[in-house]
């Protein structure tokens, strides 16, 4: 396949790179299978013509500037590209459009959508009272606090049952089996026991389909779960607060229950989302956490866990996400981490992870 591509230097080598030995790429006339215009701002998107070229068009956003999203409306083109990029669903995208009649994106339909999902977003329901309490608690450490929060857990049938039994896998290591409570606050500590409270809280959200995600909630919960333990032990071995971190790791992915509703195709990653939404389930989570009073350092790592330059709480979400994907090999991902932020002890945390992995495939999904 042959590609054309109007834009900067660094973005024809980005395409280059990340499309090489899939499509060629080039900036030359003879690239007729696609067109990939750079649109980096408003005054770019200005000089392309507003016609049909005969071929797939894509736009390549390099901006945040939403006038230039909301100007996009008349421009006959297959698809937005957004970065970070991913070099396979590229190549889906441009083989998909070839095949079928070329559709238009209308910018207008994108941001009429958005709002509608941020709309829905805001007014998802309410935190039941005991996960208020439970993130209002990272900020109030308070003996009165924790005495009051621990009441309220052992007050509640459902929940204690399910934090006896989470706190009795293999990851928290406990030789007899806990059967209370306040057994299981003084073998693991409180932080633990509201840790798991809270991840038990947040799983009525996750009680229904998620047919365009290609899983179930119960999958997308136990993944949210693992997630968080994964990162509060790479937050912990980094020296970072451990409870901030599994608070972002639970929540990560919250913006898929809204978006789960409005999803027509089955996606694969958060390019398809965008390329369907106009937005994706990191900037809806976003929305969602900061409706929930979400301590703002843990909204922007749940918001930035999909891009490239977040900052180290993103990032090790970012890597969290990863490890609980790739099962088999998710050791790679520590050593990458390890080059840009040194871990203490690497075979303690590689043991940790692997607990948490093979204890959720010990099938507690
Ligand atoms: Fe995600
Ligand atoms: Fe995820």
Redesign the pocket.
């Known amino acids: 396949m042959n590609i054309r591509f109007i834009g900067s230097e660094t973005g024809l080598n980005t395409f280059k790179k990340l499309l090489d030995g899939k499509a060629y790429v080039s900036n030359g006339d003879d690239a007729k299978d696609a067109l990939i215009f750079e649109v980096s701002s408003l005054e770019v998107l200005y000089k392309i013509p507003k016609r049909s070229f005969g071929v797939p068009v894509f736009f390549y956003l390099t901006t945040p500037n939403k006038t230039v999203l909301s100007n996009i409306k008349d421009y006959q083109i297959t698809g937005i590209l957004f970065p970070p990029l991913n070099a396979d669903a590229i190549m889906n995208k441009m083989t998909r459009s070839k095949e079928h009649t070329i559709a238009t994106v209308n910018a207008k339909d994108y941001e009429t959508l958005r709002i509608k999902i941020i709309a829905k977003a805001e007014n998802i329901p309410t935190l039941p009272t005991i996960a208020q309490d439970l993130i209002r608690l990272t900020r109030n450490h308070s003996q009165t606090a924790i005495g009051q929060v621990t009441a309220k857990i052992k007050m509640d049938q459902g929940i204690s049952s399910k934090v006896i039994k989470l706190v009795n896998s293999p990851f928290y290591g406990v030789r007899k089996e806990i059967a209370s409570i306040d057994r299981a606050t003084m073998l693991l500590g409180f932080s633990s026991v509201k840790n798991i409270a809270l991840a038990i809280a947040l799983d009525q959200y996750y009680q229904k389909p998620f047919n365009m995600y290609k899983t179930t909630g119960q999958a997308i919960w136990q993944?949210?779960y693992n997630?968080a333990l994964i990162s509060s032990e790479i937050a912990r071995f980094l020296n970072q607060d451990s409870d901030a971190l599994y608070m972002a790791g639970l929540m990560?992915?919250i913006g898929k229950v809204v978006m789960a509703d409005f999803l027509v195709r089955e996606v694969d990653c958060v390019q398809d989302e965008r390329e369907q939404l106009g937005c994706d389930h990191a900037e809806i989570a976003a929305v969602i956490l900061k409706k929930w009073s979400v301590a703002p350092a843990i909204v922007e790592a749940v918001r930035t866990?999909h891009d490239a330059d977040n900052d180290l709480y993103g990032k090790i979400v970012a890597y969290a996400?990863k490890i609980?994907?790739n099962k088999n090999n998710y050791e790679e991902y520590i050593y990458q981490l390890n080059k840009d932020y040194p871990i203490k002890d690497m075979d303690l945390l590689i043991q940790s992870i692997q607990t948490v992995l093979s204890d959720a495939a010990d099938g507690k999904e």
């Open positions: 993944h949210a997630v990560h992915d866990h996400n609980d994907h």
